[in-house]
């Protein structure tokens, strides 16, 4: 049994941000999300194998953290809203049943 | 005269039947669910009986595809340190597991929202629970008609 692959992790975040500014923080990464429910040609069923939890930190502190189940579509679309107090690092973090994780690192700057 | 008399009574007894609606609304929000929607809410409940208030549940009314549609919960708080919603449980009433997802919020994020997409697999009602800070639980339902079904197809 494999894993499928946690693909290419994306971040979107306004052009500009002013601080004090509640901003919103949308990420996106490609993953099939196999629920477990489904069966193959052979009739046997495909085993669970989802993002199961993702985490968003800023300059170490988490912000926001998710746990996924099987009823979450496929190539886990998430949207949460951040204040921009001031400048620093994002850090994104997406697990599978595995334990495997992806991370996303992405500067925050204030205009 | 008495028609006079006989109408006042009948919009005092209307209005005590709006009262008893209000005070049924948290009946209501565990009305015609399924055993296990209603166990799992209750694992994160415990005892405390949510009131139906202060959360928007925002899910399109007829999904074509219930593999992908679009949830967006907003809960109506200061997201401060002193005031704030601790996490938002979503569920789905006839999936064949009834969680969807936990989003666990802190006052950094200055508002109280999460969006993401879900599979459901037939028609059925959404719930979205808020936890607040001091243990308090709020809870809102909405319909999704469902046209091909998301789950396992």
């Not at chain 1, 001031?86 to 697990?95: D, H, N, P, S, V």
């Not at chain 2, 802190?106 to 979205?128: E, K, N, S």
Request: aromatic share 4%.
């Amino acid at each position: 049994m494999t894993t499928s692959p946690i693909g290419q992790p994306r971040l979107r975040l306004p052009q500009q941000i002013r601080a004090g500014e509640v901003i919103e923080i949308r990420t996106l990464i490609s993953h099939n999300m196999e629920t477990g429910q489904r069966r193959d040609q052979a009739g046997a069923t495909v085993p669970r194998d989802i993002i199961r939890s993702f985490t968003c930190r800023f300059e170490g502190e988490v912000v926001f953290s998710m746990e996924l189940h099987p009823a979450v579509a496929a190539n886990p679309y998430i949207a949460f809203p951040f204040r921009a107090e001031r400048a620093g690092t994002l850090e994104l973090t997406w697990t599978n049943d595995a334990g495997e994780e992806r991370r996303l690192t992405q500067a925050l700057r204030i205009t | 005269m008495t028609t006079a008399s006989r109408l006042p009574r009948r919009t005092a007894f209307a209005a005590s039947a709006g009262l008893l609606a209000l005070s049924l609304q948290p009946r209501a929000a565990f009305a015609n669910m399924e055993a296990a929607t209603a166990a799992a809410i209750r694992r994160v409940t415990g005892e405390r009986t949510p009131t139906e208030a202060r959360i928007t549940l925002r899910l399109p009314a007829i999904a074509e595809n219930g593999n992908n549609v679009p949830l967006s919960v907003t809960v109506e708080s200061p997201m401060t340190a002193a005031d704030h919603i601790r996490a938002i449980h979503v569920f789905a009433d006839k999936n064949p597991a009834p969680e969807i997802a936990s989003f666990r919020l802190t006052p950094a994020m200055g508002r109280a929202q999460a969006d993401t997409r879900i599979r459901l697999g037939v028609t059925q009602d959404v719930i979205a629970l808020a936890e607040t800070h001091d243990g308090n639980f709020l809870i809102a339902r909405a319909e999704v008609r469902v046209t091909i079904g998301g789950c396992g197809g």
